[in-house]
């Protein structure tokens, strides 16, 4: 259904189509079909049409770790930190990009912050596959 969706978007009116409505649905398909240059383009469009959207930069930073590198991610987890303190997704996330890098030491302090703001987040460090060289720390923390 993403083609479908795609070809709809298509059909929009030129004049419409940087619409942030329109944006966005692009984005949720760019994702879909894992089209990470373009998920980057729209995001970080979004991110300046909606900066008050946090899922905009964690957006743009999902899809530049999958386009570009997990530095450059990182990069933009950090300034997305410092405008989103309390958004416990961007410390998890940045805990994620931490541990694949091989700083373990930021891992584990993004993680401790993320679990202080939603220790929810638990369950999933224990899932996500990018944290398992922290899995016996998290089970210690427990």
Not at 45 to 56: C, D, Y
Not at 84 to 98: D, K, T, V
Not at 111 to 140: C, G, M, S, T, V
């Amino acid at each position: 259904m993403f083609g479908d969706a795609e070809a709809e978007l298509e059909r929009i009116d030129p004049f419409n189509r940087a619409l942030p409505e329109v944006l966005r649905v692009r984005a949720a398909v760019y994702h879909g079909t894992a089209n990470w240059d373009d998920l980057r383009a729209v995001a970080l469009k979004l991110t300046r049409l909606e900066p008050a959207n946090v899922q905009w930069p964690l957006s743009l930073a999902y899809a530049t770790r999958r386009a570009a590198s997990i530095e450059f991610a990182r990069d933009i987890l950090l300034a997305a930190k410092e405008q989103f303190p309390s958004e416990p997704i961007i410390s998890f996330n940045l805990a994620c990009y931490c541990c694949q890098l091989g700083d373990m030491d930021a891992a584990k302090e993004y993680l401790k912050q993320a679990f202080a703001i939603d220790l929810n987040l638990r369950q999933a460090a224990l899932d996500d596959q990018d944290l398992e060289p922290l899995w016996n720390f998290l089970n210690e923390v427990g």
